[in-house]
Structure formats: C-alpha cells, structure tokens
C-alpha cells in the first residue's frame, strides 16, 4: 500500500514566528500533525523546534522528510542540523513513536513532561508494568473471555508505546516557557503527560483539543491522569487561556473558534453522559453498556469501550452511578 503523501501548511503567528504543520500518515486511515516552530530570520532563524514525531511506520517517518520542502517552498533555513528543540506532547505512539528515528537524525534535547518518561525512556518496562493492570481492566469491564474483544484487549498489552526508549532531556512543568519560546500548559485526561504549548497567539493543542472528535479516554484507575474528570478540568484551563486566536490540534484542521469548540465538546460530553444513566436503570457491565449507548463498529470497538468505562468512573466518583461487583471480577453499574 502506497503511504499517502504528506501535507504542509504554514501558520504566522501574531509575533512573527512561522509554525509548520507537516500532516503525515501514522497508521492506516490516521494522519497527524508534526510542527516545525521557526523564529527569527528565515535565513538565519534563532530557534527551530520539532512538536511531535509521527509514528514509527515508514508512512510517518517518510514524510518527516518534508522538512526539506519547508527549505524549498517557503525559504526557511531548517534542518534537523539546525533544530534546537524536540518537544513531545503526550506518550502515544502516533505522537512520539518515530522520536528514535528522529534521534537519528538530531541531537536537540528532547522535552517532555514527567508523567511520559517511563514509555518514553523505557517503553518495554512500561508494557511489562502494565500487562497485569490490564487483564484487570478485561475483567472489570465485563468483556467476556471467548469475545473478539477479549483478544484484542490482550494483543492491546503486547503493544509497544515506542520501538525503543529515548532519554528525555528536559522534563516539562505546567506554566514554564521551554527555551524562552513556548508556553507550557499540563493537560492531562487524554493522556496523564499531555501538554498543550502555546506560542504567542498560537495554541498547539495536541490531542486535547481537535475539531472533529473528542480525544479518546481511559479510566482513571488505569491510567493515571487519564479520565473525564482530568478532561475536563484541562478544558476550563485551557478556555481560561489569554492571548489565543487559534488552536492547532496534534489532528485535522486549525479551530479559529477554539472557544466553541469547547463549547461543543462539553455539551457532547453532558449528552454521553446522560445516555449512560439512561442505560444503567438495572446492573449492568461497562460492556453491555457500551453496546447499549454506541454503535460499536469494529474499528473504534475498543475506545468505544474505554470511553464508556471513562464515563461510568466519572458518574460513579460523582454518586450518580452505583458500583458492584458481578461475577467473575465485572464492574455492574446501577443509577444510584
């Protein structure tokens, strides 16, 4: 199968700085989005930085090439000679799975924010710490052993973040600015080591903020950092921002109306949320849940099935849902 090509945007902050967006293709029927940070003089710029790293299939790593045309099309001195700065949003392998090719190719220090340093810097140990955590996780959400999904949550703890650890060089703190450039917001729910970074009147809100979906989530319980209730605790945050006229998101298109989006967002969560307590009048499995709110096509199955336990966590840490314990280790949910 032929990788699609990637795609190069160019945004111009309010300041001066250029921000270059190099959509590239991380898995089949998923692109997203690599930033290249230019300031200063095009031909001499005085920071260059890389936002995030693609995955590590030839797909991604192929249209990390294109920083070549950022030379050619828009007469920027950048080369991965030049870089100053990799920064990685958040530990997952769309994002940061192609960092061990980009090490071969710059030694700029990498950033990222404390939480990510075990995938980033040991991802095999990380899969290991996890395998046990996980088959709880079957367990509680009620799939059942001989299922299609059962399998596929079991090849889900054989899976590596990253091919290979990177040291990170520079740990992220919310409200620095790295290198005197860029803006430092935590925002953890998707991810417990997101961070969105913010660069004069540009937001690059990774996977937090994006104009189609709504990022995936896992229970926190799982996940440390993870959940709806870090969500949306990040969104307030984020809308609390001054100074922002437009958010670029780690996927699609820019959001001039970043604010409505979150507007969006929130009314989309308030909905799911509702159909879950509609669902659970009697004791019920996040799996059977799960079938009765969503259609559960095969390809989003799984999110769809982190999402609903997400949900079920958040109502039930609010008292609106009641938890039990059903056979075989199965989380039953009950209106309370």
């Not at 095969?298 to 059903?326: C, I, M, V």
Request: hydrophobic share 40%; glycine share 8%.
């Amino acid at each position: 199968m032929t990788a699609a090509p990637p795609l190069l945007s160019r945004h111009v902050t309010a300041a001066g700085a250029r921000i270059y967006t190099l959509s590239v293709q991380a898995f089949t029927g998923l692109r997203v989005n690599v930033f290249v940070l230019v300031v200063g003089d095009p031909a001499r710029p005085t920071y260059t930085a890389l936002v995030d790293t693609g995955s590590s299939l030839n797909s991604s790593i192929q249209g990390l090439a294109d920083l070549r045309a950022i030379r050619e099309d828009w007469g920027e001195n950048a080369s991965w000679a030049q870089l100053d700065r990799v920064v990685i949003t958040h530990a997952h392998p769309d994002h940061a799975g192609g960092l061990p090719f980009v090490r071969t190719l710059t030694g700029a220090p990498v950033a990222a924010h404390r939480a990510g340093l075990p995938i980033l810097q040991d991802p095999r140990g990380y899969r290991e710490a996890m395998r046990a955590p996980l088959a709880r996780y079957r367990a509680w959400l009620g799939v059942p052993e001989s299922s299609d999904y059962a399998v596929r949550l079991t090849n889900r703890a054989s899976n590596l973040m990253l091919p290979s650890g990177v040291t990170v060089d520079t740990v992220l703190e919310d409200g620095v600015l790295v290198d005197g450039v860029l803006r430092v917001i935590h925002t953890p729910g998707h991810e417990g080591s997101q961070v969105c970074l913010q660069l004069d009147d540009v937001l690059l809100s990774a996977d937090h903020l994006l104009p189609r979906n709504s990022p995936p989530l896992m229970p926190e319980w799982l996940h440390a950092g993870g959940g709806l209730r870090h969500y949306l605790r990040s969104l307030d945050r984020v809308e609390a921002l001054e100074g922002v006229g437009i958010a670029l998101g780690g996927h699609d298109e820019p959001m001039p109306e970043w604010r409505g989006r979150i507007r969006q967002l929130r009314e989309r969560y308030d909905t799911k949320l509702r159909a879950v307590l509609d669902a659970a009048a009697t004791p019920i499995t996040v799996h059977d849940l799960a079938h009765r709110v969503n259609r559960m096509n095969p390809k989003q199955a799984l999110l769809l099935l982190d999402q609903t336990a997400a949900l079920t966590e958040y109502l039930s840490a609010g008292g609106q849902l009641r938890e039990t314990e059903g056979p075989d280790g199965a989380a039953l949910f009950v209106r309370a």
